[in-house]
C-alpha cells in the first residue's frame, strides 16, 4: 500500500513570495490534515479535512495560508506571502475516518524563508 | 500553560536499559493518548496508543496512563541504538485532532 505522498521535499523562497504544497494521501482515507512543524516543536495542526470539507482550521493563518481539497483526494497548501517565521517542515498525513486512531504521516516538506 | 508539556532532554540511556519517558496535559476531558516516534529528518510514525488508565504493552514498549493526575509515560525496555530518537506524546481532546508534545530526545548508546 502506497504511503502519503508529498511534494516538493525541500523549498527555498524569500519571504513575501508565495508557495504551495502538494499531498496525496493514502488511498480510501477521507480524513488529510496539514500540519507545521516548527524546529524543536512538536507538529502543530494547521487544518484538517473531511472528504472535501474543513472539519477545524482554527490554526491556520488565514491571512496569508489557504488550503484545499478538491474532489476530496489531493489536497493542496498555500502560503501568500511568506513570512520568515513560516520556515518549517509541512506535514501532511491521512487516516481511514475522522474518528480512526492512526494518523499516516507523509515524509513533509521543508520549507526555508529567507 | 502548554496543552501537552514533555521534558526536552536528552535523555541518554546505556543500550540494554529501560527508558521512561514522561509527558503531562492539560484538558481533562482528554480522552486518547498516543506516542509518536521521529527519526531525525523523517516523519513521526505512531508507536502506542492507550484509552483506559493502567499499562498497555506492547513488545518492548510500555505505555502508563494515569488520567486523575493526567499523566501518561512510555518505558521503552532493552533499549537499543536503534531506539534513539525524539519520542512524541499526543492528546486527543475532541473529534479528531492530535495536540502534540515538543517532544523528548532519546540518545541510547552502544
Given at each position: 500500500e502506497a504511503g502519503v505522498a508529498q511534494s516538493p521535499r525541500y523549498k527555498i523562497i524569500e519571504k513575501r513570495q508565495s508557495v504551495a504544497f502538494w499531498c496525496n494521501p493514502i488511498s480510501g482515507h477521507a480524513t488529510l490534515y496539514w500540519y507545521q512543524q516548527i524546529l524543536g516543536q512538536g507538529p502543530k495542526l494547521l487544518i484538517q479535512f473531511q472528504n472535501n470539507g474543513v472539519v477545524d482550521d482554527s490554526q491556520l493563518p488565514k491571512d496569508r495560508f489557504s488550503a484545499e481539497r478538491l474532489k476530496g483526494v489531493d489536497s493542496t497548501l498555500k502560503i501568500q506571502p511568506a513570512k520568515l517565521e513560516d520556515s518549517a517542515v509541512y506535514l501532511c498525513a491521512s487516516s481511514l475516518t475522522s474518528v480512526a486512531d492512526t494518523q499516516y504521516f507523509g515524509p513533509g516538506t521543508r520549507l526555508t524563508v529567507l | 500553560q502548554k496543552e501537552v508539556e514533555q521534558n526536552s532532554g536528552p535523555l541518554s540511556v546505556p543500550e540494554g536499559a529501560i527508558a521512561s519517558l514522561n509527558c503531562t496535559y492539560s484538558d481533562r476531558v482528554s480522552q486518547s493518548f498516543f506516542w509518536y516516534r521521529q527519526y531525525?529528518?523523517?516523519?513521526?510514525?505512531?508507536?502506542?496508543?492507550?484509552?483506559?488508565?493502567?499499562?498497555?504493552?506492547?513488545?518492548?514498549?510500555?505505555?502508563?496512563?494515569?488520567?486523575?493526575?493526567?499523566?501518561?509515560?512510555?518505558?521503552?525496555?532493552?533499549?537499543?541504538?536503534?531506539?534513539?530518537?525524539?519520542?512524541?506524546?499526543?492528546?486527543?481532546?475532541?473529534?479528531?485532532?492530535?495536540?502534540?508534545?515538543?517532544?523528548?530526545?532519546?540518545?541510547?548508546?552502544?
Open positions: - | 531525525s529528518g523523517k516523519s513521526p510514525e505512531l508507536i502506542m496508543s492507550i484509552y483506559s488508565n493502567g499499562d498497555k504493552e506492547d513488545g518492548r514498549f510500555t505505555a502508563q496512563l494515569n488520567k486523575a493526575s493526567q499523566y501518561v509515560s512510555l518505558l521503552i525496555r532493552d533499549s537499543q541504538p536503534s531506539d534513539s530518537a525524539t519520542y512524541l506524546c499526543a492528546v486527543r481532546p475532541g473529534g479528531n485532532k492530535l495536540v502534540f508534545g515538543a517532544g523528548t530526545i532519546l540518545r541510547v548508546k552502544s
